[in-house]
Every structure is written in structure tokens, then in C-alpha cells.
């Protein structure tokens, strides 16, 4: 960053395509390649780049991860990132955004990396569509650039719509993954499968089934589309600060002779279950109680647990993280950190299908706020009335 760039003119050596640099307030043109000004942050808003200028003070710098953050939120399911040779890990949560949002995410494969950093990082979300060499993915982007269900150019009737064809996916879900989609969202399913169909390149649902049904990688790969989880660590500031403040305490203090018990719903990859152990410790000390707690974290995904047990995350999670707590409760591993050990005594972790399998009891706090949203009213229903059941008199309730 403090050095001048030449890479404006470097790339405009290799290629027709015109080469800009970003200004602010520049409005995307397409079949146009924008590069970031040195020490600048860079964002996309309704299809105006933004710039601003990158703060020495405010620690690790992740300008993928802004970028691609923005991206995801401006353009939804017409964003497409892709993760070339780096060192680090910005990226990682950007490409997270983007999946979150409906878009398409390409990682260069570590062989033909010079710096394998940033792809290795990013491969390891298994959020990655291709991984693929540099050469082979220009083919993979037009092909799915092109296809009717990810331009929408064409209307075309909407899969779930496709009554026969939805229930042998679903079917097919179910006799792989013991998950039953049945009454998710249709909305949210709608747009997972298109999303399916775009990347696997067949035409229509019936020939998606039939691909389905010759490829049990793809049935997992759908599996994971379906359940991918919006977490970071302390999210919404706001409702992390009023729980430190307000709420915490009063639980807390409320029962000062016995085991208090947390239950984390849709915990995904942990990140929420060891934000709240945190709290819940620095509360402790501020208020001088020494208290045993257990925290129940639970996720219909085998994979998100296994990940979230280990209580090991990519350096960028540093951006979400105060540096005091991130030196009190984190230790550098290799590339990544790790959760300090008493942190991860607290917490554990399990497999648990909310509306099918028994609920915890005499919980004190419940929080479930990466789940509701993607099920129909009646199993939203379902899974109140399971809270209702687990919580404590008097106890706490925090959805997303």
C-alpha cells in the first residue's frame, strides 16, 4: 500500500479490455477491469465503487473481505468471487457473503498457486463451487454466466413449483442426510436449487433430479447450499453489548448456587457459542462470581460441528474481534487461532435436529438466530414451542 502501483499499466499490456483505476463515485461499466487505489478500502454501492481511505490503527486490513461483503449485499445472486494465488486469508468471510447472498464463489486450486494462503483458507469453508487453474476458469464462468436459471433473461417456471420433481429431491435429501426440507422456505429453496442447476449445467429440475440421482457427491453438495449459516464472532454489536450490560449480569446473578445452562440452536460453525462463553466470562469477572456454566451448541450439520469443536478459525476473524479480547481468549496457530481451552471446556457441541429431535431442559438462555427464517410457520411454531418447553421460568429468549 505505500508504494505506487503499476499495475494499471501492466495488465493494460496483456489484454483489450480497459483498465481503470477505482475512483470514487465511479460507476461500473461492464467487460471493464477496476483495480484499488494503494491504502484504500474499496465497496460497491448500487453499482458505484466507493473508496476509503484504510485506517493504520484499527489493526488487521482485510480489503477482499469489505470488498466482497459489499458485493454481495449490492448485487445478491449476480456476484461471483473469485479467490486467486495470496498469502492470508483475506476472502474468507467475504466469500461466505457472497454464498449467503446467492452467489458463485471460484477458488484457484493450491497446485498452480504461488501463494496458496488465501485459496487454501478459502477452499477450507467448503464454500468454493469450482476450484479450479486459472486456465480452466474462464470456460466454467461463461458457461454459468450463460445459463437461463443464473441470467434470468428468460422466465421460466420456478422449480419449486415442479411439484414431482421437488419431492424427489427432497426425497433424495431426506435417504442421504436423514434431513427433511419439506417445509423450509420455498423462497430459499427456490433460489438454492436454481443455483444448483446453474452451476451443474443441466437444463431444467427433472434433468437436476436425474443428476442428482447419479451423483451422490451433488446431494451433499445441495445438503450444504441449503444450510449455509450467516455467523461471525460478536455480531450485531448492538445486541452483544446489551446483553454484556443488561442481560448477562441478571442471569448471572439470578442463580448463584448451581449450574447455569445455555442452549445456542443453529449453532453452525460456533463462532455465536464461544462469543456468548466469552461474555458470560468477562461478566463474571467484572461482577467477582466464579460460576459453572455449560453451553449446549447444536446444528443439523455434522460438518459444521466437527469444525466448530476444534475451535479453530482463519487469522480475518481478527476484523470482528477486539484485540484485547483477542488476546485474552485466542492463540495463534499456524496461520489460523485457536479458542483458549477454558473457553472451549464450556461449550458442547452436538448434532440436533430442532423440530424432531427432544429439546434440552431447564435452560436459562436460549439463542436461536440463524434458523427461523429459513422454516415455513409451522415448524417456526414447532421450534417455539420448544424453547417454551427448555427455558426456565424467567428465562431468556434471543432471536435473530
Known sequence: P?????????LSRKTDIPVKRAEDNMEVKPNHIYLIQPKQNLTIFHGKLLLKEQKQNEGINLP???FLRSLAEDQGEHSI???????GSDGTRGIRAIKENGGLVIVQN???????????????????????????????????????????????????????????????LRSRTK??????????????????????????????VNYLETNPVEVTSLYKELLIGVTSFFRDTKVMKQLEEEIMPEIIKKSPNRELRFWIAGCS???????LAILAREVMERLKISQDIKIFATDIDRDAIVKAGSGIYAESIAADIDPKILGKYFYKKGENYQIARNIREMVVFAPHN??????????????????????QTNLQQKALDMFNFSLQPGGVLLLG
Not at 496458496?116 to 463451487?129: F, W
Not at 423450509?184 to 433460489?191: Q, V
Not at 431447564?362 to 436461536?368: G, L
Open 2 to 10: 505505500h508504494y505506487k502501483s503499476l499495475m494499471v499499466e501492466l
Open 81 to 87: 468471487a473469485i479467490i486467486l494465488s495470496g498469502s
Open 354 to 375: 430442532l423440530v424432531k429431535d427432544p429439546p434440552f431442559t431447564r435452560i436459562d438462555f436460549v439463542s436461536c438466530r440463524n434458523l427461523l427464517i429459513y422454516l
Open 269 to 275: 460453525t460456533g463462532e455465536e457459542a464461544y462469543t
Open 64 to 66: 477482499v473481505d469489505i
Open 179 to 208: 434431513v427433511d426440507f419439506t417445509y423450509y422456505k420455498p423462497s430459499t429453496i427456490n433460489r438454492r436449487i436454481e443455483r444448483r442447476i446453474s452451476v451443474t449445467q443441466v437444463e431444467n429440475l427433472d434433468a437436476y
Open 110 to 172: 493450491e497446485e498452480s498457486s504461488k501463494f496458496d494462503g488465501m485459496p487454501r483458507a478459502a477452499i477450507s469453508t467448503g464454500l468454493s463451487d469450482f476450484i479450479l487453474s486459472p486456465d480452466e476458469m474462464p470456460g466454467q464462468l461463461i458457461s454459468y454466466i450463460q445459463h437461463p436459471y443464473a441470467t434470468r433473461q428468460q422466465s421460466h417456471e420456478p422449480v419449486i413449483e415442479n411439484e414431482k420433481g421437488i419431492t424427489r429431491v427432497f426425497s433424495l
